[in-house]
């Protein structure tokens, strides 16, 4: 099972940027779906964005225009790169990959990112 390591959280002011790094422990081009979810205190894991191997980006709403997804195959990792940061992005944010094949749903340890000024 790839092992996922997230990088790249702390804390930032608001309207500044950080840029969050998924390192995997093995070759992510066969997976079907790669995305970042953010559990804030108290509330449920959400979805931010999501990168299939074909198909759309998707991000979620409140990210649209200010967060953005990349998938790097040859590096065998993803970034979240995060602009306009707000108070409410306050949150643990986890890496995720998906293998439909294997039915196998991998979730890395999760990093934290503040904002606040």
């Known amino acids: 099972q790839v092992q996922l390591v997230e990088s790249g959280g702390g804390l930032v002011q608001p309207g500044g940027s950080l840029r969050l790094s998924c390192a995997a422990s093995?070759?992510?081009?066969?997976?079907?779906?790669m995305g970042w979810y953010r559990q804030a205190p108290g509330k449920q894991r959400e979805l931010v964005a999501t990168k299939p191997r074909f198909g759309s980006t998707r991000y979620a709403d409140s990210v649209k225009g200010r967060f953005t997804i990349i998938r790097d195959n040859a590096k065998n990792t993803q970034y979240l790169q995060m602009n306009s940061l707000q108070h409410e992005d306050t949150a643990v944010y986890y890496c995720?990959?998906?293998?439909?094949?294997?039915?196998?749903?991998?979730w890395g340890q999760g990093t934290q990112v503040t904002v606040s000024s």
């Open positions: 093995s070759s992510i081009f066969s997976f079907d779906t």
């Open positions: 995720n990959a998906v293998d439909v094949a294997t039915m196998t749903d991998n």
